[in-house]
């Protein structure tokens, strides 16, 4: 291998391209060779042997497909060695070679950061083409910022230069549309500190604009003076959560109550209802804290915090409270789920003429509601207790059909094969994670071959799918299991099971541990999978606000005890082998002394075990459904929801049928 130092770089640019055209060796290279080189160039980057690897980089033929990442890599292997002379004329080489290939607009940006101290007006052109060539990628938005400096620094930097009102309104553009686009991004800090340090006005919008960010980034008290800029009638939602987040509670109760009472009509809605739940945190209970803003509400929001009213009000008084808000609010965002409310509460009497009315009401009126599924599968229900055989089928089918990754699919898929439990199978055919397309373009199979990640994440773009595998292959589960979770979410007509994205949807990460202790505790090894997707996204380091830890996100304490009672001497919950033993052998106690109740144990995982009892006794429920609808903690509810979606989810993409 051929060592060069940073300085040599630079001289020899111009005579690795000559000896590359004369050289046959180069131009006609065998693609094995070519693979051979590229990949022992990856591994000399990943040494930091950045000198060979940019000369490895520049034996890649000319002709291959892989030449625009190979220019790539070796600007980022000059930019290492602080060369930028060099680095900026490779990437200029890619983006005006290959101008169309995904790579050449991170080049450009590169390029641009490079010239910002020596050409600052090639830069400024640099970063005016990103922004109108690409306006939606993160290359856009940060060129925003860089363009704003690069005028400002234009006046400000020279002696000569008067810095004109139209040209300060310029910066403050760019400034203002970076904070719009990405308030919580990498340079949000820089933007308002140089935003501050120009010498013009600023709109009261903009510094609640700036202090929003502020929030958002943790800097509480940077937040605090320049909310003090702004006219609290029009800041006082904002001022809530950070007054929360300061600790000062008597200032963020008192402009909550205040703002909803005389300034609500000023706040975005997101922003109220933001400051209403930050409200509710230190409320005596959530009840009490939105009864009191009910009744100190007069506008934007109630509908909102009257919701929230409901779900918490006495099962008794339930469903007139949510037959109040529809009536009130017929075009509220919540009213779907009042009238879903008020059909289940219908059933719950048994008045099951006026119950069918209302359901189809709804499914006539919110064919798009998160809560469809949910009233589809109770119209199935309720024709099955009208004993409408050819009724209920139509509307399990139709729910498995029109939404077959939900919860009500499962439980739909129960009743039509009459299964007396919440357990369909405890087993499941193990299968990979793969490249989620079947057809794989020739230069990303030859990137994957080769383990390129970095330059296949760019390559990637807008797609979603690509860049969860891209996340899986780095070892990053958690967020390849969001992003993959985000991107079917967007799907409205869900690919049939065999897709293989969906195992990128629900993998099978750390299911040899998950298997081993499920069996040896007596659990469903598929469902115990489905707590550790619910609980940590397969995050072994995961810990929550109130102390939980691990993939099955175990209390120390709970832990503990488990251990004792088992005898295990030492442990630590952030092993993923003896945390998911752990929570095996908690489920187990759960279930042993819930009577062998999934749902029950589910439940208990999540709100515990004196609540799951309280509830058992309060709630009149003649089957798992009624329960399940019935449960009076929405967080808890929701979860049982959830770990059963996901058991659903994995026997049905993992049922062995190729």
Request: net charge positive; glycine share 4%; aromatic share 14%.
């Amino acid at each position: 291998m051929i060592s060069l130092n940073k300085k040599t770089i630079a001289g020899s640019i111009v005579a690795v391209l000559a000896v590359g055209i004369i050289a046959g060796s180069v131009l006609h290279q065998s693609p094995a060779k070519t693979r051979q080189i590229y990949r022992e160039a990856l591994s000399d980057m990943q040494k930091e042997d950045y000198s060979n690897a940019y000369y490895l980089f520049s034996r890649v033929s000319m002709f291959s497909a892989l030449k625009p990442a190979a220019l790539y890599h070796q600007g980022e292997c000059a930019d290492n060695l602080e060369d930028y002379d060099t680095a900026v004329k490779k990437y200029q080489i890619l983006f005006k070679l290959y101008p169309s290939n995904k790579l050449s607009i991170k080049a450009k940006y590169l390029t641009a950061q490079n010239l910002i101290k020596t050409k600052p007006e090639l830069a400024k052109k640099y970063f005016k083409e990103i922004i109108e060539k690409a306006p939606h990628t993160d290359y856009a938005i940060a060129s925003e910022y860089f363009s704003g400096v690069l005028l400002m620094k234009s006046f400000t930097e020279s002696e000569e230069k008067i810095f004109p009102l139209s040209k300060k309104t310029d910066v403050e553009n760019y400034f203002r549309h970076y904070l719009k686009k990405a308030p919580t991004g990498r340079l949000a800090m820089n933007v308002i500190e140089d935003w501050l340090s120009l010498d013009k006005p600023i709109l009261s919008d903009d510094y609640l604009m700036m202090a929003k960010s502020c929030y958002l980034l943790g800097d509480y008290k940077k937040a605090k003076e320049l909310l003090d800029k702004v006219n609290l009638k029009e800041s006082w939602a904002i001022d809530v959560q950070n007054s929360y987040a300061l600790n000062n509670i008597p200032r963020a109760k008192y402009l909550t109550e205040w703002g909803l009472m005389h300034h609500a009509q000023y706040i975005d809605i997101e922003d109220i209802e933001d400051a209403v739940d930050t409200y509710l945190k230190f409320a005596p209970s959530r009840y009490e804290g939105a009864t009191r803003l009910f009744y100190i509400a007069n506008s934007k929001g109630k509908d909102y915090i009257w919701d929230i009213k409901c779900t918490y009000t006495d099962s008794q008084y339930k469903s007139q409270c949510f037959k109040d808000l529809y009536l009130k609010y017929p075009h509220s965002r919540y009213v779907d789920d009042a009238l879903s409310q008020i059909f289940l509460e219908t059933i719950r009497k048994r008045e099951y003429h006026n119950a069918k009315k209302i359901g189809q009401d709804f499914l006539n009126k919110f064919k798009n509601s998160e809560l469809t599924p949910m009233v589809m599968y109770w119209m199935g229900r309720l024709a099955e207790k009208q004993h409408d055989y050819k009724d209920y089928m139509s509307y399990y089918k139709s729910v498995i059909a029109k939404y077959p990754d939900n919860y009500y699919a499962y439980r739909a898929y129960l009743r039509m094969n009459h299964t007396p439990g919440p357990i369909i199978t405890d087993y499941i055919k193990e299968q990979d994670v793969v490249y989620p397309y079947k057809s794989v373009p020739p230069i990303i199979k030859e990137l994957v071959d080769l383990s390129d990640y970095d330059v296949l994440e760019e390559l990637a773009g807008d797609d979603e799918f690509l860049k969860s595998w891209i996340y899986y292959q780095k070892g990053d589960y958690p967020k390849s299991v969001v992003t993959a979770r985000n991107a079917m979410d967007k799907i409205l007509v869900k690919p049939d099971k065999y897709d293989i994205r969906w195992r990128l949807v629900y993998p099978l990460h750390f299911y040899d541990s998950v298997k081993k202790f499920a069996e040896i505790s007596g659990n469903n090894p598929p469902l115990m999978l489905s707590i550790v997707r619910e609980e940590s996204y397969f995050n072994p380091s995961a810990k929550s606000a109130v102390g939980a830890i691990g993939l099955m996100q175990l209390m120390p304490a709970t832990a503990s005890e488990i251990a004792m009672k088992r005898g295990v001497k030492k442990f630590t919950l952030y092993n993923p082998e003896q945390n998911v033993m752990l929570g095996n052998y908690y489920y187990s106690f759960l279930k042993t002394y819930l009577s062998g109740s999934d749902v029950s144990s589910i439940a208990a995982y999540n709100g515990g075990i004196g609540s799951v009892n309280g509830w058992k006794k309060n709630i009149y429920y003649n089957d798992t459904d009624e329960f399940v609808e019935q449960i009076p903690y929405p967080e808890t509810k929701y979860y049982v929801k959830k770990v059963f979606r996901s058991y659903w989810n994995y026997i049905r993409i993992y049922s062995g049928n190729e």
